[in-house]
C-alpha cells in the first residue's frame, strides 16, 4: 500500500523519503497549466536543490486532459527527453493531473513508479488516494485505465489557500462522505467544525484531510480491487451523482456538486427502506444542508430538472451490474452497505423528491 504523508511544507526532506523508498531521484513533474502558475517554480526550485533531477510536463487545466491524446502527446516527449524505467513521476494538481498521470506512470514502460502530490481537497481526500487511474473515452468517464498505486502520497493542506471556493466545497463533499459510511465521531467533528474547514482554519483543516485519508486508505487495503462491497461503499451518494453529472454533461456541476446533493437522496431512501432511523435522518440532512453551491447552479441543475429524468440518466452509471442500479445505504451514521437486492423506481423517485423539497427550502447562494 502507499505511504501517506501529511504536513507543510511536506516537500522538505523530499530527496531522502525518496531515497529510503527507493524511489531514484529522477522525476517527471506532471502540472496542469494553474498548479504550473502557482507552485512549478517554487517546487521544481526545491527539487533541484535537494539533487533531483527533473523533467517538467504541463497539460491544460481540464477534464479534457484526462484524454488519450493528451497521454499520447506526453509519452512523445518522455521519449524524446531518453526517459526510461529508472524515472518516477510526480502529479501535482488535482484529480485530473493525478489520474492522468497514474495513467501515462501506469502504462510507459510497462510502468514506472508515481507519487502523488494533490493541491486540491478532493485530490488529497479521496482521487490521490487508492491507486485508480484512468482516462476518459468519448463514450464515458474513467474507462480506460489501470489500478496502479502510488508509492507515495504527499499531502500539504497549504497548497488549499490558493483554491477557489467552489472546489473547497466540492471537495468537503467527499470529506462529508467518510464520516457517513465509516465514522460517526468523524461526522460529529465534521459538523461542528463544518465553517472552520470550509474556511481552511488549522488544526481543523489538517484534522479533517488526514482522518479522510486515512479512511479512504483503509477502505482500499480492505477491498483493493472492488471485490467484497467494502470499496463499493465509496460510492455513497454517488448511484444519484454520476446521473446528475451526465445531465450537465460533466461541465456544469462539480463532482462534489452532485454528490452532496445525491447523498440527500440517498439518505432519503436509507430511511424510506427501512435502514436509517428518522433522527439519524434529520441530522444527517442538517449537516448536507451546510454546503452552498453557486448562484443558480443548484436550481438549473437539480431542482429543474424532472426525477424520472434523472433516474434514466442513472442507468448509464458504469458501476450498474445487470443494468441493475446499485445503491449503497447507510444502516446508521457512520456506517454504509451495498445493497444487493434490486429497488424499485418508487422509492427512488421518492427520494429524488424529497431531496428536491429539502434544497428548494434552503435559500441558494
Ligand atoms: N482516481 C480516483 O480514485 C478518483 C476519485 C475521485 C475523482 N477522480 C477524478 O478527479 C477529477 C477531479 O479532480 P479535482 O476535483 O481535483 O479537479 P481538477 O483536477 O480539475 O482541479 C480543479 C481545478 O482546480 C485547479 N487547482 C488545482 N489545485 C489548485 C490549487 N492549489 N490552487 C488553485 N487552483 C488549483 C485546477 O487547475 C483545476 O482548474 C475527475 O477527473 C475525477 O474523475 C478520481
Ligand atoms: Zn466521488
Known amino acids: 500500500m502507499s505511504t501517506i504523508i501529511v504536513g507543510t511544507p511536506v516537500t522538505a526532506g523530499l530527496g531522502e523519503l525518496f531515497t529510503t523508498h527507493g524511489l531514484s531521484k529522477k522525476a517527471l513533474v506532471l502540472f496542469d497549466e494553474n498548479t504550473r502558475k502557482l507552485y512549478g517554480n517554487e517546487l521544481l526550485k526545491t527539487l533541484t536543490h535537494q539533487g533531483f533531477q527533473l523533467k517538467e510536463l504541463v497539460v491544460p487545466a481540464r ?36 489520474d ?15 507519487i ?30 489501470f489500478f496502479h498505486l502510488p508509492e507515495l502520497v504527499l499531502i500539504d493542506p497549504s497548497y488549499l489557500t490558493t483554491l477557489p471556493e467552489r472546489e473547497i466545497y ?47 486508505d483503509d477502505v482500499v487495503k480492505r477491498d483493493f480491487r472492488e471485490e467484497n462491497g467494502v470499496r463499493a461503499t465509496l460510492n455513497f451518494g454517488h448511484t444519484f451523482a454520476h446521473g446528475l ?11 462534489g456538486e452532485a454528490v452532496t446533493i445525491g447523498m ?54 458504469k458501476k450498474k451490474l445487470d443494468k441493475k442500479l446499485r445503491f449503497v445505504l447507510l444502516k446508521s ?7 444487493e437486492e434490486d429497488v424499485n423506481d418508487k422509492p427512488v423517485l421518492q427520494a429524488i423528491d424529497d431531496a428536491r423539497t429539502l434544497f428548494s427550502g434552503k435559500s441558494v447562494h
Open 63 to 98: 477534464e479534457a486532459s484526462k484524454s488519450f491524446s493528451a497521454a499520447y502527446r506526453l509519452y512523445g516527449s518522455m521519449i524524446e527527453a531518453d526517459v526510461d524505467r529508472s524515472w518516477n513521476l510526480l502529479a501535482v494538481g488535482g484529480g485530473v493531473v493525478g
Open 245 to 255: 453529472e451526465k445531465l450537465a454533461v460533466y461541465r456544469h456541476l462539480r463532482h
Open 333 to 339: 451514521l457512520g456506517e454504509a452497505f451495498l445493497l
Open 116 to 145: 502523488q502530490l494533490p493541491t486540491t481537497l478532493l485530490a488529497m481526500t479521496d482521487s490521490s488516494i487508492g491507486g485508480k487511474v484512468a482516462i476518459n473515452h468519448p463514450l464515458g468517464k474513467n474507462l480506460i485505465g
Open 264 to 317: 440527500v437522496c440517498a439518505l432519503f431512501l436509507s430511511h424510506s427502506l427501512g435502514y436509517l432511523d428518522s433522527k439519524s435522518l434529520e441530522r444527517g440532512l442538517a449537516i448536507l444542508k451546510k454546503f452552498r453551491f453557486p448562484k443558480g447552479v443548484l436550481k438549473r441543475r437539480f431542482l429543474d430538472i424532472e426525477s424520472k429524468l434523472l433516474l434514466g440518466n442513472m442507468f448509464s452509471d
Open 100 to 114: 492522468l498521470g497514474g495513467f501515462i506512470a501506469a502504462s510507459y514502460y510497462r510502468g514506472i513508479p508515481v
Open 170 to 216: 466540492s471537495g468537503m463533499s467527499e470529506v462529508v462522505k467518510y464520516g457517513f459510511i465509516a465514522d460517526e465521531a468523524f461526522l460529529s467533528f465534521l459538523d461542528l467544525h463544518f465553517n472552520d474547514i470550509t474556511g481552511l482554519q488549522e488544526p481543523w483543516l489538517t484534522e479533517a484531510v488526514k482522518k479522510s485519508a486515512y479512511i479512504k
